[in-house]
């Protein structure tokens, strides 16, 4: 196994016994001692440990580490496929982009912003498409990340007695209100959605699309109120 300078390299002026620890010993004894574990077996047991701990730099740095050592983009999807009904769905969404990044290939799901969470399906009927949801705080002002795959839109809806804020932090996508034309929705397009506004929001037809949003209640007993469907034929006229 080559030198590794990792450490020195990234963490020598902040922490300098840190980084000798990383490079002499967890790399340059660890993994160089004898086993009967070669360092394609360690990469494996590596990438395996730090997905299911979500801790993604650490893991993309392996993923190239074991490809150096011989894992495959197969095996490196098997490792991400099967954890995911142990350590959680949205770990393996994370994982994806980044096997498909450093394997070399054209990325099927983009580097999102947040973790995509778990599918929408108390919300399912109110949507054309797959959608996911990840609440990030459920605190004072309880904020979601909604995550939509290419075409994937919610119906026609009117909050009631409520202010809804949206925040695009990744893909592209569509925001429209009822008699308006659609606007296009970019990482940092930040909209406030009127209370009594009969609106639609989701994803364009060739990107994925993910926003944060919380509601501020301007009357009691705040509602929301799914109307119909926006159709093929209506979503299609979007440039």
Not at 146 to 164: I, L
Not at 187 to 211: C, L, M, N, Y
Request: hydrophobic content about 40%; charged content about 20%; aromatic content about 12%.
């Amino acid at each position: 196994m080559k030198k590794q300078t990792a450490g020195r390299d990234r963490l020598g002026d902040l922490t300098p016994k840190f980084a000798e620890l990383n490079d002499d010993v967890l790399f340059g004894e660890v993994w160089s001692r004898e086993s009967q574990l070669s360092l394609r077996d360690r990469s494996m047991i590596t990438i395996a440990a730090l997905f299911s701990a979500g801790l993604y730099p650490q893991l993309k740095s392996h993923l190239a580490l074991g490809k150096e050592h011989g894992v495959t983009k197969e095996e490196a999807i098997e490792i991400a496929t099967q954890l995911a009904f142990y350590c959680g769905w949205s770990k393996a969404w994370s994982t994806f982009p980044m096997i498909a990044e450093i394997w070399g290939e054209e990325e099927a799901i983009p580097n999102l912003a947040f973790p995509i969470g778990e599918p929408n399906t108390g919300f399912a009927q109110y949507f054309i498409g797959q959608s996911y949801l990840k609440p990030l705080t459920l605190e004072q002002v309880p904020t979601f990340n909604v995550t939509f795959e290419p075409g994937c839109r919610n119906n026609w809806h009117v909050h009631h007695g409520a202010v809804q804020v949206l925040i695009c932090v990744a893909g592209r996508g569509w925001y429209q209100e009822w008699g308006k034309p659609a606007v296009e929705m970019t990482p940092g397009t930040v909209i406030a959605v009127p209370a009594e506004a009969k609106h639609w929001h989701g994803a364009a037809r060739d990107s994925w699309f993910q926003h944060l949003t919380y509601h501020k209640d301007v009357q009691a007993g705040a509602s929301n109120e799914w109307l119909e469907p926006v159709d093929d034929e209506w979503y299609n006229q979007i440039k």
